[in-house]
């Protein structure tokens, strides 16, 4: 997704210089052309010559420098790049961005650039929480830079507050964000479930299933990655939550159930991945559990129907879609389930066929609308969601 675009990267004087090193080598791994630029004062802490080692590219950091890569090198960048993160951001580069001034190739090259520009503010506590820093952070906002938060920390100086840079990898998920994809969801609202739920039997027991949470993650991702606001509703899972996606925790389906019916009325899109502990216990008195002759009996009721709930209260301009798991006759059922369900799109997958259903990394679906069946290919579970999303898409217009 980020093969050949072309990412800029700005450095100033901040001890955090270093670590850009890092991300600029994630950003090559991924296939991106990376571009570094440099103030004089960032040669201080990280030397150019790692950069160009890591990226292939010439590092730029006079302005009159004789270049023959590019033709006036800080129009061409500029012209060329699909982002610029200037990471770490002093609170000199901020000041001078925040006031047009362009007295260095960073400088010069962002006053030139049409595509977003990503600022990530480093600093002491103090200089952060300067108001001249603050307010020169608002312009910017306010001018169209998107600015990433710092984190709170122990900073290099030894105090201890906000300023730290975030690491790499968040940086990373910046960039991905507005480059990884076109941006066909933006303006949509998306709520995705996914996991598994759990129905506690005991304090120490409980009924759950096998969902790993893997495809409804991917579907949060991709959901995200092209331009919509996801809320992602969560079952247990061992996934690391999805950068820029709401996220709500729940335990039980009766949680999930709860999530789903105060969110998806404001949502354009619902899509119900997880699959649900159908049964929990049927009292919540002390004798739900009856032990006879050394076994346990348990009275267990089905637990709430979300997708009967969501097709019972949906309006027409939603598009619904849930998940069908089988074991046979798994077109006919799920088609079944369409209909009772009154919503507009069924992913079924038989589980008894290899690489599909729980756990596993890939997944083989057939998307039923009401007169249509497409079989997908076996594929990763991430491209799943990206043709679903295609296909919800084509169907929505
Ligand atoms: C060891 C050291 C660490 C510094 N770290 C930072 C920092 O994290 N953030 C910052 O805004 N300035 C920091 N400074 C101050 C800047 O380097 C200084 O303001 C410089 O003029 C910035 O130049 P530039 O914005 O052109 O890179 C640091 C200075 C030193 C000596």
């Known amino acids: 997704m980020l093969k050949d675009k072309t990412v800029v990267l700005g450095v100033t004087g901040s001890i955090a210089a270093y670590k850009i090193a890092n991300l600029a080598s994630m950003l090559v791994k991924k296939h991106c052309d990376v571009h570094v630029i440099?103030?004089?004062?960032?040669?201080?802490?990280?030397?150019p010559i790692t950069?160009?080692?890591l990226t292939g590219n010439k590092c730029l950091v006079e302005t009159f420098d004789?270049?023959?890569?590019?033709?006036?090198?800080?129009?061409s960048l500029a012209k060329k790049a699909d982002v610029m993160l200037i990471a770490p951001a002093s609170a000199n580069v901020i000041g001078k961005l925040a006031h047009g001034i362009a007295d260095d190739m960073l400088t010069t090259t962002a006053l030139a650039c049409?595509?977003?520009?990503?600022?990530?503010?480093?600093m002491n506590t103090n200089m952060y929480n300067n108001i001249i820093v603050q307010d020169n952070i608002k312009k910017l906002e306010n001018y169209g830079f998107e600015i990433i938060k710092p984190d709170k920390g122990f900073l290099a100086c030894r105090d201890e507050g906000d300023g730290k840079m975030p690491s790499e990898q968040v940086l990373f998920s910046y960039i991905e964000k507005e480059i990884a994809c076109e941006k066909d969801l933006k303006g949509?609202?998306?709520l995705v479930?996914?996991?598994?739920?759990q129905e506690s039997i005991d304090p120490v027991r409980y009924i759950t299933n096998h969902s790993t949470g893997k495809m409804g993650y991917e579907i949060a991702r991709a959901a995200m990655l092209r331009g919509a606001e996801v809320i992602l509703v969560s079952g247990q899972t061992n996934i690391p939550e999805v950068p820029f996606v709401k996220t709500i925790k729940i335990k039980s389906a009766q949680d999930m159930f709860e999530a789903v019916r105060d969110n998806f009325e404001q949502c354009d899109i619902v899509i119900k991945s997880a699959a649900v502990a159908d049964y929990r216990p049927a009292t919540v008195s002390d004798d739900k559990i009856k032990k006879k002759d050394g076994d346990m009996i348990i009275n267990l009721e089905r637990t709430t129907d979300i997708l009967k709930y969501i097709g019972e209260h949906r309006n027409n301009n939603q598009y619904i879609c849930g998940f069908s798991m089988e074991t046979r006759d798994m077109?006919?059922?799920?088609?079944?389930k369409l209909h009772k369900k009154n919503i507009d799109m069924i992913v079924a997958n038989n589980l008894k066929e290899s690489g599909a259903g729980f756990g596993v990394d890939t997944n083989k679906v057939t998307l039923i609308t009401k007169d249509e069946e497409?079989?997908?290919?076996?594929?990763?579970?991430?491209?799943?969601?990206?043709?679903?999303i295609d296909k919800i898409i084509e169907r929505m217009n």
């Open 114 to 122: 049409k595509c977003k520009i990503i600022v990530s503010p480093a």
């Open 331 to 336: 077109i006919e059922n799920s088609r079944a």
């Open 193 to 197: 479930t996914a996991g598994a739920t």
């Open 374 to 388: 497409i079989s997908l290919e076996l594929m990763s579970k991430q491209d799943v969601a990206f043709t679903l």
């Open 51 to 53: 950069f160009e080692t």
């Open 66 to 75: 004789r270049n023959f890569q590019f033709h006036v090198a800080h129009v």
């Open 188 to 190: 949509k609202k998306i």
């Open 38 to 47: 440099m103030t004089k004062n960032a040669t201080n802490f990280i030397n």
